[in-house]
């Protein structure tokens, strides 16, 4: 026994070095990214600072890039900040007086941890810094521009994290990597290839410290775009990390240009069809992270969306961060808890198809994940092609990725000549002209030269046919005219618009031995869908309501389910998406 136990003790050493992890891309990625956040599905994320006492961006934009309007002179945030501010002062002065009008008067940390556990969430994402710089703990880094030595006067950071954790969630922090607020060096500003003294200085320090102190789950790294991993320490920081806290830690894939490890974020999207690593949709409930007081109604997701949008990206084998952005005062908007609260209120119902899930594989190795149906709608009139829809798309209902357009348009040559069309898409555009292609566009090729010239002989008006492609992120589609090859202006006319996008119907998750079919339609006394043959012993429940469903399946694989018995008061109690377990135990 002895024996046994110095062994044990002498390998112990071994095995602890064996775990380290180097600062290298092969180390890390050699590391196994830890199971609870590919099982955990759902991730609530909480953009609140500063930028919350104005609440405000434009219809489409992020309330908390507020101070970068200001940077740049933008009209509508200088009006909007001149009711807090003297305008005429240096930005940095105006913004600093937000810090006495941001009180968090009624803030309860642990009234938003219950609320997030209630919602469904596994873990949770707090913008400890954002781009503005002002740290939400007592920072010694910025002894005077953090939330305990002004605004709230309160260690959020702390206190977010100690009620969350005491709730059973996973805690975790968005970092922004550069600030455009700091003198050492102010993003956006000055030379990308300056921030070294920074970075050495200022923001690895600061990192390590706050890090070390609340050893949180989950790091979201961001602002990372304009520079290289090597320029952030990116795989210092993160194998730092990663042996500070130990296997359950977990980092995303924002720390600059050439990231090769964290798990993916798209944004504002409908996810990603293929992944080597763990993912999850970041966004908000509507279009920005931090409160936006100037939002449309329209913008934000109902009850409906959100729950059928979160079970395709779940199918599809990743997961939602979802955003929330609170008011000044400490209180979660209530358009968004009640979000929240229907979320929570499937998910305790239909949980079981959603956490530890996989997308369904078919018997013969096939990834199914959703069948889906083609779907057309007329886009409204225009004058111009010339959209920029970013987090929207140009219909309520349609994807925000995925997506086709045809436009068909009467161009007005003023006079005759010769006239040249360029476009500017993302990511696919093509312009035909009496079956000719006079002009292919590809994002990809990043390249946008004009297409070939055509001679018009006398004023006369010019049918053209735009057929417009988007495969993913940022949606931008515009078409210019150009009389001397030089001089490009917008196409006006008389332009009709047919969007085409394929709309789900259903959609698969798979744990264990039993297969999930999440439907989106309610059900009516029957249900036909086509499926793998089943076996003769398969059971087949509707979660929510109690009994078994009868079955039959054809030869070709169609599936007929008779929910004539099902109890009209249970399946009354059901909404947004219908889940059916197949094969399942009880």
Same mark, same amino acid.
């Given at each position: ?87 005429? /002062? ?215 969306? /959100? ?149 018009? $002989? ?95 399946? $054809? ?32």
């Amino acid at each position: 026994m002895k024996r046994i136990l110095i062994v044990a003790l002498l390998l112990c050493p071994l095995a602890l070095r064996a775990q380290t992890v180097e600062p290298t891309w092969q180390s890390l990625n050699q590391r196994p990214y830890p199971q609870w956040f590919s099982d955990a599905k759902l991730g609530i994320f909480i953009h609140w600072g500063l930028y919350s006492v104005p609440a405000y961006a434009g219809k489409e934009g992020y309330g908390e890039w507020f101070y970068r309007g200001l940077m740049t002179g933008d009209a509508d945030r200088r009006r909007i900040m001149s009711l807090y501010a003297d305008t005429s /002062l240096p930005v940095f002065e105006q913004y600093k007086t937000l810090t006495r009008l941001w009180h968090a008067e009624l803030w309860n940390p642990q009234e938003w941890a219950q609320m997030f556990r209630n919602a469904g969430a596994q873990y949770v994402l707090l913008v400890t810094k954002h781009h503005d710089g002002y740290s939400l703990w007592d920072d010694p880094y910025q002894p005077q521009w953090n939330s305990t030595m002004s605004g709230p006067h309160r260690n959020i950071v702390e206190e977010l994290t100690a009620a969350v954790r005491h709730e059973g969630l996973r805690m975790g922090f968005y970092y922004s990597l550069p600030e455009w607020t700091h003198p050492r060096h102010i993003w956006m500003e000055d030379p990308d290839s300056a921030i070294a003294d920074y970075v050495d200085n200022y923001m690895v320090p600061q990192f390590k410290t706050l890090v070390a102190r609340y050893k949180p789950d989950a790091i979201f790294a961001d602002g990372d775009w304009q520079n290289t991993p090597e320029q952030f320490h990116s795989q210092e920081l993160i194998s730092w990390y990663y042996n500070l806290v130990g296997p359950d830690a977990i980092v995303n894939d924002r720390w600059g240009r050439g990231t090769q490890h964290g798990f993916k974020t798209p944004e504002y999207s409908d996810g990603i069809s293929i992944a080597d690593r763990p993912w999850a949709e970041c966004r908000g409930i509507g279009r920005s992270f931090g409160l936006n007081r100037n939002e449309d109604l329209d913008n934000y997701l109902t009850d409906r969306q /959100l729950i059928q949008h979160f079970c395709e990206l779940v199918a599809s084998g990743g997961g939602l961060t979802l955003n929330v952005g609170p008011a000044a005062d400490g209180t979660i908007p209530l358009i968004q808890q009640e979000r929240l609260r229907a979320l929570g209120r499937w998910l305790q119902v239909n949980g079981e198809a959603i956490y530890g899930s996989h997308p369904y594989k078919t018997p013969g190795g096939i990834t199914s994940t959703c069948q889906r149906t083609r779907t057309i709608a007329s886009l409204p009139h225009s004058t111009t092609i010339d959209f920029d829809w970013v987090r929207n798309a140009p219909l309520k209902g349609m994807p925000v990725d995925n997506f086709e357009i045809h436009w068909h348009g009467i161009f007005d040559a003023p006079e005759k000549g010769w006239y040249q069309f360029k476009a500017e898409a993302d990511d696919e555009m093509t312009v035909v002209y009496y079956g000719d292609t006079i002009l292919y566009y590809n994002h990809a090729w990043a390249e946008n030269k004009p297409g070939t010239k055509v001679l018009l $002989k006398q004023n006369q008006a010019i049918e053209l046919d735009v057929r417009y492609k988007e495969k993913d992120l940022e949606a931008k589609a515009a078409l210019y005219v150009s009389a001397d090859g030089e001089h490009f202006v917008p196409a006006d006319g008389e332009w009709h618009g047919t969007a085409c996008w394929h709309r789900t119907l259903r959609c698969f998750t798979q744990k264990g031995d039993n297969l999930y079919i999440i439907e989106f339609e309610r059900p009516g006394k029957n249900l036909t869908l086509n499926m793998p043959r089943l076996e003769k012993n398969t059971r087949i429940t509707l979660l929510g309501t109690s009994g078994t469903i009868q079955w039959k399946q $054809k030869k070709d694989g169609t599936l007929t389910l008779d929910l004539s018995a099902l109890s009209q008061k249970e399946l009354n109690a059901l909404d947004h998406a219908w889940v059916f377990k197949v094969n399942g135990k009880k």
